[in-house]
């Protein structure tokens, strides 16, 4: 099982980014997926899921009306559209797996599988 989180880069503030979360060997259907980002020297932080059980979605209030989580099943994918980007969302992004629960949470130790992230720098 693998994921890639991709999207990221380097973008003005009040911009925009699409981050991809693609899994291979697993379905992400009917699954609980999150989004997490770690700044340098902060802990990590969950930014958004969505849960298995009914897709209901979760924001941190920090990018609450920002940013929007959705799914493509066709694609296998989860996607984390960020808008009216901030420097302080400046971050290692992350997706990670629950296999197990219905709800999704913030809580990190809840996740199976993780990607190796991408840098979303927010800068002028």
């Known amino acids: 099982v693998q994921l890639q989180a991709s999207g990221g880069g380097l973008v003005q503030p009040g911009g925009s980014l699409r981050l991809s979360c693609a899994a291979s060997?697993?379905?992400?259907?009917?699954?609980?997926v999150a989004w997490f980002r770690q700044a340098p020297g902060k802990a990590r932080e969950g930014v958004s899921c969505?849960?298995?059980?009914?897709?209901?979605?979760e924001y941190a209030d920090s990018v609450k009306g920002r940013f929007t989580i959705s799914r493509d099943n066709a694609k296998n994918g989860v996607y984390l559209q960020m808008t009216s980007l901030k420097p302080e969302d400046t971050a290692v992004y992350y997706c990670?797996?629950?296999?197990?629960?219905?709800?999704?949470?913030?809580?990190?130790?809840?996740?199976?599988?993780w990607g190796p992230g991408t840098q979303v720098t927010v800068s002028s």
């Open positions: 060997g697993l379905s992400l259907e009917g699954l609980s």
């Open positions: 969505v849960s298995s059980y009914d897709d209901s979605t």
């Open positions: 990670a797996v629950d296999r197990l629960r219905d709800f999704c949470s913030f809580y990190s130790y809840e996740y199976d599988y």
